[in-house]
């Protein structure tokens, strides 16, 4: 084949290699926001790995594109999207953290406080079962919807939970004063049970903040540097096709 005129073989090595690369940064970036949506969805550490490794992907792609890719202009606009791509990879870092808070405290702040809430509760039950069933079927019905809630992010189920949760309070209030004999005993269980809306509360900010800054932060930054990276690679092929023309005629 005949390079066209002022354009060597190397040349169109290069502006090759360049399409090709560009392309698959296109598709490691494609692959990350994939997985990234399925991690907010499951919180399966799995798939946050894949969003790590695709992303470093991109990066390699890109940086090796910025290497061969030619005029001054494209390569400013590969070193954008390499910023862009880096900061897309942070924000969803921050993500994952949020997450990670999130599950922690899902682990040890409501689950574990829940099951110790749940046998002190069943010991005050045998010393005054008239005072404490009413107390334990509002938390259990306050359980029901946090776990709901832990699964589905439904804030009429954190109201729900809350207001049974409020009215657990106000019969242990009611029974501090009716069994004097139990008050020491009820008010370390109110504590507990503090603990327990308090955990609530702290799990409640970790997966608002995570997904707000999926929505807010990580989609947007990712639809302008997918219409980056798909531009950059259309006028890459253009070049390309100009070029083959010229070397036609």
């Known amino acids: 084949m005949v390079a066209p005129i002022g354009r060597s073989p ?27 949506r399925d991690y907010v969805i499951s919180v399966n550490e799995k798939n946050y790995v894949q969003v790590e490794q695709h992303i470093a992907l991109a990066i390699e792609e890109l940086g090796q ?11 400013e606009t590969v070193l954008r999207l390499l910023n ?13 953290a949020a997450f990670a808070s999130y599950q922690e405290t899902v682990q040890t ?10 046998e002190a509760g069943n010991a005050l039950v045998r010393l005054n079962a008239l005072l404490m069933t009413g107390v334990l079927l509002d938390l259990q019905a ?13 804030d009429t189920l954190l109201a729900t939970a809350y207001s ?9 209030n009611q029974a501090e004063r009716d069994d004097k004999d139990l008050r020491d005993a009820l008010h370390a269980f109110s504590i507990s049970l503090d603990t327990y809306i308090d955990g609530l509360r702290k799990a ?7 997904h707000r800054l999926f929505n807010e932060d990580l989609a947007p930054l990712g639809a302008k540097t997918q219409a980056h990276i798909e531009d950059l690679h259309r006028q890459t092929i253009e070049q390309q096709r100009n070029n083959s023309r010229g070397s036609s005629s």
């Open 10 to 36: 190397d040349d169109l090595d290069k502006l090759t290699t360049s399409i090709n690369k560009l392309g698959s940064a296109y598709q490691h970036y494609i692959a990350a926001r994939t997985a990234i």
């Open 65 to 75: 594109a910025k290497l061969v890719i030619e005029g001054n202009e494209a390569q």
């Open 84 to 96: 862009a791509v880096s900061d897309w990879g942070a924000i969803a870092s921050q993500v994952h």
């Open 109 to 118: 702040k409501i689950l574990a406080n829940f099951t110790a809430l749940a």
């Open 142 to 154: 306050a359980h029901a919807a946090v776990t709901s809630y832990l699964s589905n992010g439904q």
């Open 164 to 172: 049974s949760m409020n009215a657990a309070k106000t019969r242990i």
């Open 204 to 210: 409640v900010v970790y997966r608002e903040k995570a």
